[in-house]
């Protein structure tokens, strides 16, 4: 009888793991030490969703950024293109535990519509998300991104931005950067190394 009992209460038990673990998986990831330094200010997506950088974006999240516009000449194009083959690379992890973001250098211009012609020119896949907001909002985000250069006057011309990627691991409060127009193998080995 009392084996029978002990049985029942760890059938009862076994049951309810499956509940705990969605309970568990369904609470918010935690604040980062991350969180007091990134704002949370506001962007818009290429399909025209608002979202806040640090709370929507980063908290939680393995992420890589990097900085771009729709008319770059420079090294956007093969930014583009390295980051695509770590996004074909990567599979249908883009966008579900792994998530790349691009954000324009040129909100005035570049629109959700622009952003979405970029990617349809660029034969991008779903998952990786490009952003664009209030200019004030996107310098604010470049600068704690550390995409700034030693030289202002090099700084504050878009056409010699960094070609750099950052990437972060935010649950781990891990952070690094790795240039875009690397190899997109090392890009992608640098963002495995996070996971």
Known sequence: ???????????????????????????????SAMADYFPNVVLETHD????????????????????MYAICEGICPASTANLKQVQQALGPRVGKDIFLYSITLRPAFDNPAALRDYIRYHGLQPGWTFLTGKPEDVELIRRKLGFVGDDAATDADIGQHTGMLRVGND???RWTMTPALGSHRQILRTILELT
């Not at 049985?7 to 369904?26: E, K, M």
């Not at 979202?51 to 900085?67: E, H, I, S, T």
């Open 171 to 173: 649950r781990l409060d």
């Open 1 to 31: 009888m009392n084996s029978k009992r002990n049985l029942l209460r760890l059938a009862g038990g076994a049951a309810l793991i499956p509940l705990v673990a969605q309970a568990r998986s369904a609470r918010p990831a935690r604040r």
């Open 48 to 67: 025209g969703r608002k979202v806040r950088f640090y709370d929507d974006l980063v908290r939680g999240k393995l992420v890589a950024f990097n900085m």
